[in-house]
């Protein structure tokens, strides 16, 4: 079966003002790297715009029509030091939501073998109420929502390899039984959690801090210890990836040392562990990543195995 890869022209209206790394650029990166002929046999599907009951799975209405109103009719709005929005950001929000839920679907329903979403706005950081981290909605926790609520499924893993914890899905999925998080990061980094003594409501949730200038020998090692033997203790029956790229050795905005190889291997793994568990059910989405060739090269090489894992 192919490889899905979901997006929408959206990406490049959500616009952050001059210097800012969560730029319209990356998706122009990423578009060019995936269109080399290599990947030519993708399935392209276009990212749908999700509805207002989507969100709702992980978030309050009041967080939907705070976003909503915060859209400034033209130039840009802070709503944090990090975080902006420009005219169209909700749009391209809501089909950054609603490309990860078509994912779903195509994977669960035997369409493709694998997916990955190449949307932004990111998602991983956005917390129930609160948008933070370049984030407006939490789009992987979202979708592992919408597996167990529309799908069925009881036990959906999320894997978070972005350098940044991601405290938006870890906060939104906390008090899940059906889902297990998982997610290694830099600490210290931004946003300061990510805590190995953090562990969810139902022993649902392992983070492992990596230190700074640390390479891919030591994610290699901490996830065969830890993360592989939970993966399986779980048997997922759906597996989804927050794929940042920011753990790249040139990323500007953290100090872990891994290259496009350390990311092919982690892919492989994972994909290999849901070939057991789930039959490859592979749901991949874009968080992080700065810099704009590293990221092109690093999407270029997580794509590939998503690809040789599903045909």
């Known amino acids: 079966m192919p490889t899905a890869l979901f997006s929408h022209e959206s990406s490049l209206t959500h616009v952050t003002p001059p210097g800012h790394p969560e ?8 578009q060019e790297a995936l269109s080399q002929p290599d990947f030519q046999i993708l399935e392209r599907r276009s990212a749908p715009e999700c509805s207002d009951a989507d969100i709702l799975l992980c978030h309050p209405q009041s967080h939907l029509e705070a976003i909503t109103r915060a859209e400034p009719t033209s130039g840009s709005v802070a709503l944090d030091a990090d975080t902006h929005m420009s005219p169209g950001s909700v ?17 669960m329903a035997g369409e493709v073998g694998n997916a990955f ?11 129930q109420s609160t948008p933070m981290g370049f984030c407006l909605f939490g789009t992987a926790a979202i979708a592992a929502r919408h597996a167990m609520e529309r799908h069925g499924l009881s036990r959906v893993a999320v894997v978070d390899f972005d350098v940044h914890h991601g405290n938006g899905t870890q906060a939104l999925l906390w008090d899940e039984p059906r889902s297990l998080f998982i997610g290694s990061h830099q600490n210290p980094l931004w946003p300061g959690t990510g805590l190995a003594e953090e562990t969810g409501g139902h022993n649902n949730v392992m983070n492992l801090p990596l230190p700074p200038h640390s390479d891919g020998r030591l994610m ?7 993360v592989f033997p ?23 905005l953290a100090q872990l040392e891994w290259t496009e190889a350390d990311f092919v291997w982690l892919t492989e793994q994972l994909c290999d562990l849901a070939a057991t568990y789930c039959g490859g059910r592979v749901v991949s989405t874009l968080e992080g990543g700065y810099d704009l060739n590293a990221l092109a090269a690093s999407v270029a090489a997580h794509v590939r195995v998503l690809m040789e894992r599903a045909g």
């Open 230 to 252: 939970a993966l399986k203790r779980f048997a997922p029956e759906l597996v989804i990836l927050s794929a940042g790229f920011d753990a790249h050795r040139d990323d500007p």
């Open 23 to 30: 730029q319209v650029a990356r998706i122009a990166h990423i």
């Open 220 to 226: 290699r090692a901490t996830y065969e210890a830890e």
């Open 91 to 107: 749009k391209a929000a809501r089909h950054a939501v609603g490309g990860c839920l078509a994912a779903v679907d195509a994977v």
């Open 117 to 127: 979403v190449a949307c932004r706005p990111p998602g991983h950081h956005a917390e």
